[in-house]
């Protein structure tokens, strides 16, 4: 089984940026759609942006949630075996605990997470 680690979380002031990186023990490809999650405190896990990877190639058909469209940029990298999310112009709401997860039909692999916290 394919194991995903995060990493580039930190703590940030309002404003300010991050990008995530999520390294597979395995090519990425092999999965339909990579995402990344998001979890607050006392929140569900929420889709934050999906970019579907069959394929050899790094081009992939990218989806955002409302709230980060314009400041957050998923990418991915199959040589690197590395998908990423850019984050910009971060907000306090932005904090939260963030999730790698590679899809294949209905089974979902995740990563262990990493925490984002954005100050005001």
């Known amino acids: 089984q394919v194991q995903l680690v995060e990493s580039g979380g930190g703590s940030v002031q309002a404003g300010g940026s991050l990008r995530l990186s999520c390294t597979a023990s395995?090519?990425?490809?092999?999965?339909?759609?990579m995402g990344w999650y998001r979890q607050a405190p006392g929140n569900e896990r929420e889709l934050v942006a999906s970019?579907?990877?069959?394929?050899?190639?790094?081009?992939?058909?990218?989806n955002y949630a409302d709230s980060v469209k314009g400041r957050f940029t998923i990418s991915k990298d199959n040589a690197k075996k590395t998908v990423y999310l850019q984050m910009n112009s971060l907000e306090p709401e932005d904090t939260a605990v963030y999730y790698c997860?590679?899809?294949?039909?209905?089974?979902?692999?995740w990563g262990q997470g990493t925490q984002v916290t954005v100050s005001s």
């Open positions: 997860a590679g899809h294949l039909g209905s089974s979902v692999s």
């Open positions: 970019i579907t990877s069959a394929g050899i190639t790094n081009y992939g058909i990218t």
């Open positions: 395995g090519s990425i490809f092999r999965f339909n759609t």
